[in-house]
């Protein structure tokens, strides 16, 4: 069963756009949610991380929206460019437990 | 220069074969984790190991084994019982369990 859903599957944006990933969970001992980025043939790269003390988290173009009453989260990629073409994971995990539990995935195409 | 390598970054093997993926860090992390990664399906983890001659089994083992014999090092062996090898393997690793995992760049392994 996978406990960390992730929607949609895939995105096309126009450069400039707002691409927005959303991912939904069940176990309520999560307490660190990293979303990460992999370009094809590349192994995933953290791009920014929550802890549910916090609503929102924003790294330059990259925002992450924590509710934890929904057990939601989502990416916010704003003024999208051809170079944020890669596909983006969400997943969740806590310290005492040690594994993460990945989203199956979206991939993102920026087009011109 | 820090990082995870694995090696190597292609492999072919013939069916009923064993064949060893390598994973070396240089982080002193003392957690690593190996990951299958099949398209449209994420990231699903193999086995993980929070310390030095110590690992768990983690969602779909079967048909893998693995070793940590020293810190930096934590190779994976697919063996003939895996029905069906081909795919990409990723290693992690992360300062302790539930913290940010670094990954490497993966291996391709396709059975002919």
């Known amino acids: 069963q996978q406990q960390v859903k992730q929607s949609p599957q895939s995105l096309i944006v126009q450069k400039g756009g707002i691409s927005i990933i959303n991912c939904a969970y069940e176990?309520?001992?999560?307490?660190?949610f990293p979303w990460y980025q992999q370009f094809p043939g590349k192994g995933p790269a953290l791009l920014i991380a929550?802890?549910?003390?916090?609503s929102e988290k924003k790294e330059g173009r990259f925002t992450i929206s924590f509710n934890k009453s929904a057990k939601q989260f989502s990416l916010h990629i704003m003024d999208s460019q051809p170079g944020d073409s890669a596909t983006y994971f969400c997943a969740a995990a806590t310290d005492s437990w040690g594994k993460f539990q990945f989203g199956a995935g979206t991939q993102v195409v920026v087009t011109p | 220069d820090g990082g995870i390598t694995q090696s190597p970054k292609y492999l072919f093997r013939k069916e009923g074969q064993n064949v060893t993926l390598s994973c070396e860090q240089n982080?002193?992390?003392?957690?690593m984790y190996w990951y299958r990664q099949d398209p449209g399906q994420g990231l699903r983890l193999i086995y993980y190991s929070q310390i030095v001659n110590d690992f768990q089994k983690g969602d779909i083992a079967e048909g893998y084994s693995v070793s940590r014999e020293k810190k930096e090092s934590f190779p994976l062996t697919v063996t003939s019982a895996q029905k069906n090898p081909t795919a990409f393997y990723l290693c992690?690793?992360?300062?302790?369990?539930?913290?940010?995992?670094?990954f490497g760049p993966g291996t391709r392994l396709t059975v002919l």
């Open positions: 929550i802890r549910p003390d916090v």
């Open positions: 982080l002193n992390h003392d957690a």
């Open positions: 992690a690793s992360s300062i302790d369990s539930g913290d940010e995992q670094f």
């Open positions: 176990n309520t001992a999560f307490d660190y």
